[in-house]
């Protein structure tokens, strides 16, 4: 059965108001991912911190080892 151009009109409406609430639910998942994206990034900036400071750390047990006279793992 044929729609009638008020129906049709109807249904077009209704998918254009589609059409912008998935482009406004996109924005809002880009938005959250490029926070994640910022937090991740500075999460992996404290851990190449703290990498850092455990390699020193194990450098000076070593030091350490063989000032007693044993052997370093490392």
């Known amino acids: 059965m044929p729609k009638t151009p008020a129906e049709l ?10 059409v912008h609430e998935i482009y406004s639910m996109l924005t809002a998942v880009t938005e959250h ?14 851990l190449d911190g703290h990498n850092t400071r455990l390699d020193s750390i194990g450098e000076k047990l070593d030091t350490v080892i063989t000032m007693l006279g044993g052997e370093p793992r490392g």
């Not at 991912?33 to 404290?46: E, K, T």
């Open 9 to 18: 009109e109807r249904k077009v409406d209704q998918l254009d108001n589609d």
């Open 33 to 46: 991912q490029l926070a994640h994206d910022a937090r991740f990034d500075s999460i992996d900036g404290r």
